[in-house]
Structure formats: structure tokens, C-alpha cells
């Protein structure tokens, strides 16, 4: 970085004394950034106008431990990460693919920019990894999400160039992760084999795209050779790609052409100025690379709807008729791998061979003879949803023991009764003789501390 940067090496290491940035960014699918705002339990400090929904949170909050975290009110995402979804800026109705998406930062922030409209594909490579973004996707209460396992050229194979736009979050050499995690292991080889595979996925990542569509790749490391270097190679390659100028907000910096390897054979090397850089001595962040790419020609692919057959479960309607006051589309109510109940999005690609995790929202799950509403479900309600609702302040106990996943005592109508904090769904309870069982996830019950 010393050779890099030159004169101003002094300043960007002197950012390393600093502590990591931490970030906050509202769900504004779930409530207003003003409403949040007024009932914020952390002092917020706006990251800037790229992010309405974004704010810098002083260092020794925890917030991942309130229960409004629990219920998708927020999501923990450092602030150059925020700058990502704002530029590529998806639009309701678009469809939008995040190529590699876990754990889901950017997913949730492109679905909330989306307005849950259209839809978006969240897919990644690992499936562990695909699971915990599930699980944050469900936290955020989205319905028009697709969230898959496979490799990008399955995903090409079978999708073809649909999308509107399309996140590639490549896998690199992480530089802007060691303020906040340390050092790890970082080496010359490691830079050059990731920047090898970024160039790989860009290609899948490409051929997913619809003419006219709009591609984002991003890092969150320095290196040109994953940066200038993968875009300066795929440009060279495809001369139906162009970059486009990105709206420039403060602390946003420009991309460095001198950095391109000299062995790149890209004639206007000048547009990789386009590219746009976060640097941590310049802008309040971990740092971060963010390239736009708009394929040329202008087509918009038809919008399938959902082609499968819906399910007439009399399971789920004695259980919508006793619990909900919403209503949901019996005629895009269909199974998901066998057991789970999904309502699916209005427009919706045929995704025979791909490793599904979810289509849509998840309702239920269905057994032979009885049926157990999904935690998903519960996290798109809110408490005037719903028949049946416990509805805690967050500094109850005893909502501190529902997650904990103790029983509730609480009198009312045995049934299905959604466990809320103001008013925000958090989970399922089902109350027998005034005693409530708990049924919020196994794998997301806390265990007690000290201060309770
Ligand atoms: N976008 C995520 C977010 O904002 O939370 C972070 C993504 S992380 C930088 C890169 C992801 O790429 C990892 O989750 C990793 O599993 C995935 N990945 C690695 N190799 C891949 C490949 N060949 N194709 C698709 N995804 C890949």
C-alpha cells in the first residue's frame, strides 16, 4: 500500500489506530427510518446521503443482543457495505440478482430498496453460508425473494440473461476486513488466485444479465489486481460492456487507471476512473470497491408468473381462518421440497435443478394430519395481523424468556398466538389451558446471562 499510495500511505495507515466502523441500517420494509429513529434504543449517527437508512453506531453498543434485532427492525452492516445496493440502486418491479449473497447484508438492502417488489434471487455457492442467509432474509420479513445454492453457471444455464441487475459481492483477498477482524492470512498467491476466480464468476455473472441491465462488482479489499484489474480484464474481453459513472457522494473516490496492470489490453484505460473507491482514511468505513457495468442494447425479458400448481391444503385454511386477519392468494400457495408451504411470488423463473432454500415467503410446514406455522411467517406479521398476539415491550423478561425458549403463561383462546415486540412478529407460541409453548427456533434461542 506504501508503494500505492505514496504521499498518501501516512494517512491510510493511520486510519489502523482508529477503531472499526460499525453500522446500523434500518428495515424501511418494516417500519420508517423516522419512526425507528425516535424509538432507537442507540444513539445514530447518519453514515450520509447514499444511505437514508443507514447510521455509524458508537463502538460498545450491542445491539445484535436487542430484541428488535431478533424481529428484522435493523441489520448490522459496516457503512462502505451500504454504498454497494445504493449505487447499483434497484428499482420495485425490477428483477434483481445477488449472485453471491451470504451472509445477506446486501440482500436485505436491495430487497428494502426494491420495496419487496419484483424479485430477487439471492443465491450462494455454500450451503452453509446459503443458510445463514436465509435466516437473515427471514428475519426481514421479505416475500418476493428466491434464495438458492448453486454454482453461477447453473444459474445461467438455467435462468439465461433475465435480470435487471445483478450483484456480484465477489469472494477476495478481504484487505478491507482487517481493521475489524486482524490480520489473517493474506499473501501475494491469494490475491492472484482470488482475482483468477473473480474473473470467472464475472463471466456467469454477465451472461445473467439482460441487455440494457446493470451489473455491480464489488471487493472489500485494495488490491487492483481484484479490482481495476478483474474489471480492466473483463472489459478488454467484452466490448458490449461499458462503465458508467456512479453518483459521487462524499468520501466516495475514484477509481485508480494506473493501477491496471500493464499486461491488460484495454485501449481506454482513462473509464476505470469510473470505478468508484472507499478508503478508510477517507470516508468513515472499512473500505470498499464498486464497479458499474450496463451491458448494451435494451430488451425486457417477459416476467413469467408462477407456472406451479396451488396447493388446496384444508390444513391451511382452518389454520388462516382461526389465526390471521391477512389474507393471502390461495392461487400462488404451493409446496417447496415436499413439506413446506410457500406463497409465491407473483413472477417467478422456473428453477427445476437448482438447490432451493426458499421461494417466496414460507408459510408452514405440513405434516398428515396437523400443520406448524413457519418462523418466517411470523416474522412478515405484525401483531394486528393476527387473532392471537402477545405483544411485549422489549424490556419485558418475559419476552427475554420466550427467547430464551421457555413457556409463556398468559391466558386467552387456545391456538396459534404470534409473540410480538411493539408490535413486530418475532415467533410463534401455541397456548393450551392459559400456557403458552414455545415455538421460536431451536438455533436461535438464547441462552441466559448474567444480567438475565
Ligand atoms: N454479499 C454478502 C453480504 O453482503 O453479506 C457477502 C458476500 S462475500 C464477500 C462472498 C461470498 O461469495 C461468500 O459468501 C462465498 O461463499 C461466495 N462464493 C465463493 N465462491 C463463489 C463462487 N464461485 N460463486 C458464487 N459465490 C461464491
Known amino acids: 500500500m506504501a508503494h500505492l499510495l505514496g504521499a498518501e500511505y501516512d494517512a491510510f495507515a493511520a486510519s ?17 427510518t423516522a419512526d425507528f429513529s425516535s424509538k432507537s434504543p442507540f444513539p445514530l449517527t447518519p453514515v450520509g446521503d447514499y444511505e437514508p437508512a443507514g447510521f455509524r453506531l458508537a463502538d460498545e453498543e450491542r445491539p445484535g443482543r436487542h430484541p428488535y434485532h431478533a424481529a428484522g427492525l435493523f441489520y448490522l452492516q459496516e457503512p462502505s457495505a451500504m454504498a454497494v445496493a445504493a449505487l447499483l440502486d434497484p428499482q420495485p418491479g425490477e428483477w434483481v440478482l445477488d449472485l453471491a449473497a451470504a451472509p445477506g447484508g446486501k440482500a436485505t438492502h436491495l430487497i428494502a430498496r426494491m420495496h419487496d417488489q419484483g424479485l430477487l434471487v439471492a443465491n450462494d455457492v455454500s450451503r452453509s453460508r446459503a443458510r445463514d442467509l436465509a435466516e437473515n432474509l427471514e428475519r426481514w420479513g421479505a416475500r418476493h425473494t428466491l434464495i438458492t445454492s448453486s454454482a453461477p453457471p447453473q444459474l445461467a444455464a438455467r435462468f439465461g440473461p433475465v435480470f435487471d441487475r445483478v450483484l456480484l459481492d465477489a469472494p477476495c483477498s478481504g484487505e478491507g476486513m482487517f481493521r475489524k477482524q486482524g490480520g489473517f492470512a493474506w499473501s501475494d498467491e491469494i490475491v492472484l488466485a482470488c482475482a483468477r476466480r473473480q474473473t470467472t464468476v464475472l463471466q456467469s455473472a454477465a451472461s445473467l444479465l439482460r441487455p440494457g441491465g446493470i451489473l455491480a462488482y464489488a471487493t472489500c479489499t485494495f488490491s487492483p489486481e481484484e479490482n481495476e484489474g478483474t474489471i480492466g ?66 430488451e425486457r425479458p417477459l416476467r413469467p408468473t408462477w407456472s406451479g400448481r396451488p396447493t388446496q391444503s384444508a390444513l ?45 415467503l414460507p408459510l408452514a410446514e405440513l405434516g398428515k394430519n396437523h400443520l406448524i406455522p413457519h418462523h418466517a411467517l411470523a416474522l412478515a406479521l405484525t401483531a394486528v395481523d393476527v387473532n392471537q398476539a402477545i405483544d411485549f415491550t422489549p424490556d419485558d423478561p418475559l419476552l427475554h424468556a420466550y427467547l430464551q425458549g421457555q413457556p409463556i403463561a398468559h391466558s386467552g383462546p387456545d391456538g396459534w398466538v404470534l409473540i410480538a415486540v411493539d408490535g413486530y412478529g418475532l415467533g410463534w407460541g401455541k397456548r393450551v389451558s392459559g400456557l403458552v409453548k414455545n415455538h421460536y427456533p431451536r438455533g436461535l434461542r438464547r441462552t441466559p446471562t448474567l444480567q438475565g
Request: with cysteine; charged share 25%.
Open 16 to 32: 489502523y489506530a482508529q477503531a472499526a466502523q460499525v453500522g446500523l441500517r434500518i428495515n424501511t420494509l418494516k417500519i420508517s
Open 233 to 298: 480484464r473483463f472489459l478488454a474481453e467484452r466490448p458490449g460492456f461499458r462503465l458508467i459513472d456512479p453518483p459521487r457522494f462524499a468520501g466516495f473516490a475514484a477509481g485508480r487507471p494506473e493501477w491496471l496492470p500493464a499486461d491488460v489490453p484495454l485501449p481506454d484505460r482513462a473509464q476505470l476512473a469510473r470505478c468508484t473507491r472507499l478508503w478508510p482514511h477517507l470516508f468513515a468505513g472499512e473500505g470498499h470497491f464498486v464497479a458499474l457495468l450496463q451491458k448494451e442494447g435494451d
Open 316 to 360: 391451511w385454511r382452518a389454520f388462516a381462518q382461526e389465526t390471521l386477519r391477512v389474507k393471502f392468494e390461495e392461487g400462488r400457495i404451493g409446496m417447496v421440497n415436499g413439506r413446506f408451504l410457500h406463497l409465491f411470488p407473483p413472477t417467478t423463473p422456473d428453477t427445476t435443478g437448482l438447490y432451493l432454500l426458499r421461494h417466496g
